[in-house]
């Protein structure tokens, strides 16, 4: 056992992870483009951008140089009181790209922190326009947010986090309407979803400050796709009953369905829209919620209990900042959308195939994304079918992680077609071997 592994051994706490019972953790010294490279120096190709993350590939040259010239430069300075070019600049091109008036960011650390921000302004929006009554919140089953408080509450319906239940805020669920290719069914699921929707809102609507949601793929909760028709319709309806619309984008942001965020595919500028793993392209930790201009005016005042009285640290470091700027430079420099329409071309012609194996279910692909179910696997995060997978693509150098029993590929878009040629081979084979 290399030394690396003998320190980790005794003193990491690693996150979703039992250690009494699962192997040791792979020791990474070294990562370029689409992989992953351990001590011994294998190759491991990482098919889900390091949790969804580098979606430039790794070490781009170009983030790394920018890491360092902004390092030079200032490195860091408090958020209070204090403002920088990076933060502004950033601030101006994210809003620049965000649909409608999404014109104020707030900055924070991770996508957790986003949507506990989003939650906290939302809460206290309705209070500041005089509706107090509103402290409650809608979100679809099987959602997840993240893992802080007010994220795990409304991510209630993902089933992480049964244990802490007494411990979360009222949030009502309502189904979702996901679906796949050859799905003849799903007009009839989104009647029956929306009519829920209704329900929920005559019977709770006037009570709930905001309906959370993550718009066209819930991730988490097994990459379930769901068409813009029916998350536009959803969000309709809660604004139409007086609720702020949060789209928690941290997944399906800059580019990953297709589209820079998966809003634009709605066609809903939603009121307040939280945001991080690609923002920074999987270099640094950081996140934002951007909210409309309604959404801050409301902040305003005299007093400052009407202020939003929140904030991290390292609210808007200035090293993320410069790397988030050139992170969305680099989707005009290197086409980023076009590399991500051609994955998914790539990816379409593996749904037959995966269609007629006789282990996969419920095939999908959008964007960057392709999904299906393992067949005759049922559980929740961690299923004996899917550990194995997991283990076998490992072996075989690929960082394919099952979530359960959903199967998925969401590599970054710089991966070449030769490498995606040997992620298609080798996910067929895992298959074969189960
Ligand atoms: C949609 C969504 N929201 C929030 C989060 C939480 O982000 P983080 O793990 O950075 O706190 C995640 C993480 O996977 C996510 O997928």
């Not at 509103?134 to 408080?149: K, N, S």
């Not at 994955?343 to 282990?359: C, G, P």
């Amino acid at each position: 056992m290399s030394n690396i592994l003998k320190i980790d051994r005794r003193h990491i706490w690693h996150p979703f992870t039992q250690h009494a019972s699962e192997r040791d953790p792979l020791v990474i010294t070294r990562a370029k483009g689409a992989s992953l490279f351990d001590e011994d120096g294998r190759e491991i190709l990482d098919l889900i951008s390091s949790w969804w993350t580098c979606i430039h590939g790794h070490a781009h040259p170009a983030l790394i140089d920018t890491i360092g010239k902004q390092a030079e430069t200032l490195e860091h300075v408090m958020f209070a009181g204090f403002t920088h070019p990076p933060a502004a600049n950033l601030s101006k091109a994210l809003t620049d790209v965000l649909p409608g008036d999404l014109n104020r960011v707030f900055f924070s650390d991770n996508g957790s922190t986003s949507v506990e921000v989003a939650l906290k302004l939302a809460y206290q929006y309705q209070r500041n326009k005089g509706d107090p009554g509103r402290t409650e919140f809608i979100a679809f089953e099987g959602g997840y947010h993240g893992d802080t408080l007010g994220a795990m509450s409304v991510g209630r319906g993902s089933d992480f986090f049964k244990l802490f239940q007494e411990l979360m805020c009222t949030v009502h669920p309502i189904p979702y309407a996901h679906t796949w290719e050859g799905d003849n069914a799903i007009a009839e699921r989104e009647d029956d979803a929306l009519n829920a929707f209704a329900s929920r809102l005559d019977s709770d609507g006037e009570k709930a400050a905001a309906i959370i949601l993550e718009p066209l793929m819930q991730g988490a909760s097994g990459f379930r796709f769901a068409r813009p028709e029916f998350v536009r319709r959803v969000s309709e309806m809660a604004r139409e009953a007086g609720l702020l619309v949060i789209y928690d984008e941290v997944a399906t942001g800059f580019g990953r369905t297709g589209t820079l965020f998966a809003c634009d595919q709605v066609g809903f500028v939603p009121d307040i829209i939280c945001l991080s793993k690609g923002l920074t392209a999987g270099v640094l930790p950081m996140a934002v919620t951007v909210a409309r201009d309604d959404v801050f005016e409301a902040f305003l005042g005299e007093t400052f209990d009407l202020a939003l009285a929140h904030g991290h640290t390292f609210t808007a470091n200035p090293l993320a900042c410069a790397v988030a700027l050139k992170s969305l430079e680099l989707f005009h420099e290197e086409k980023a959308l076009d590399r991500v329409a051609h994955i998914e071309t790539r990816n379409r012609d593996q749904l037959a195939r995966l269609q007629d194996h006789a282990r996969a279910e419920q095939p999908r692909a959008m964007g960057c994304m392709l999904a299906f179910e393992l067949a005759e696997s049922e559980g929740h995060y961690k299923t004996q079918d899917g550990e194995r997978l997991r283990d076998w693509y490992l072996t075989n150098g690929l960082n394919i992680r099952p979530l359960g029993p959903s199967v998925y590929l969401m590599p970054p878009y710089c991966i070449t077609d030769d490498e995606l040629t040997r992620a298609y081979d080798g996910l067929f084979e895992g298959l074969d071997a189960l």
